[in-house]
C-alpha cells in the first residue's frame, strides 16, 4: 500500500508554532507580573530533589521583562530555523536541550540560587544548527550554520561564567544538548553499517 510523504514544515508553519510558544511565555510573565512574581518558585533550585521536574517547566518562566525580551528575538529566529528542519527533529531538540540544560543548572549550580528562562533551549537550538551540518555533510545546512554563527556566535560565550547573574550553566547544558540531538538525528551511517545494510 503506498504511503503518502510527509510535507516539509513551511515558514508561516513555523511561525505560528515559535509565535504561539513565544505568546504562552509572555503571557505566564504577564500572570507572573500580576501576582508578584509568584511563578518564580518553579525555576530550578540546585540539589533539590522536589524540583526536579520544574526541568520542564523553567524554560517558561522569566525573571522580570528584561529577561524575557532579551529571549525573544533569538527564541522566534532559532526556533523557526529548527522547526524548518522538521517537527519530529525540532521536538527531539527542543526536549534534549531543556533537558540537558535543567540537569546542568540543577547539578552545577550554586546553592541559593533558582534558574529560569528560555536562553538554555535557546542555546541548544543555536548549538543543533551550527553543528549538524558537520554531522550530515550537506551543504545547505553548512551555509544556514554559518549564517547563524555570523548573527548569533558571540552568544556562545555565555556557556562560560563571564556574567554574574547568567546561569551559564544552563547555557553549557542545552548546547551541549543540541549537539548530541544534531548528531543523533543526522550522523551519516558508517562504512559498515552501509555494508550490512547494502545486504
Request: hydrophobic content about 50%; proline content about 6%; glycine content about 12%.
Amino acid at each position: 500500500m503506498p504511503t503518502r510523504p510527509a510535507t516539509a514544515p513551511t515558514l508561516s508553519r513555523a511561525l505560528v508554532v515559535i509565535g504561539g510558544l513565544l505568546a504562552v511565555l509572555w503571557g505566564l510573565e504577564i500572570l507572573d507580573t500580576l501576582t508578584m512574581n509568584s511563578l518564580d518558585q518553579y525555576g530550578i533550585e540546585p540539589r533539590q530533589t522536589e524540583d526536579l521536574p520544574n526541568i520542564l517547566v523553567a524554560p517558561f518562566l522569566h525573571y522580570g521583562w528584561a529577561h524575557l525580551i532579551s529571549n525573544t528575538g533569538p527564541f522566534l529566529v532559532l526556533g523557526v530555523l529548527t522547526y524548518l528542519a522538521g517537527v519530529a527533529r525540532w521536538i527531539v531538540a527542543t526536549l534534549t536541550s531543556a533537558v540537558t540544560s535543567g540537569v546542568a543548572a540543577w547539578l552545577l549550580s550554586p546553592l541559593g540560587t533558582i534558574t529560569a528562562g528560555a536562553s538554555g533551549v535557546i542555546f541548544g537550538w543555536l548549538a543543533y544548527l551550527l553543528v549538524r551540518g558537520i554531522f550530515s555533510g550537506r551543504p545547505g545546512q553548512i551555509a544556514i550554520a554559518v549564517v547563524v554563527f555570523l548573527l548569533y556566535g558571540s552568544v556562545l560565550w555565555g556557556v562560560f561564567p563571564t556574567a554574574p547573574g547568567v546561569s551559564w550553566q544552563a547555557h553549557l547544558g542545552g548546547a551541549l544538548g543540541g549537539v548530541v540531538a544534531a548528531w543523533q538525528l543526522h550522523r551519516r551511517p558508517t562504512a559498515a553499517v552501509q555494508g550490512t545494510m547494502g545486504r
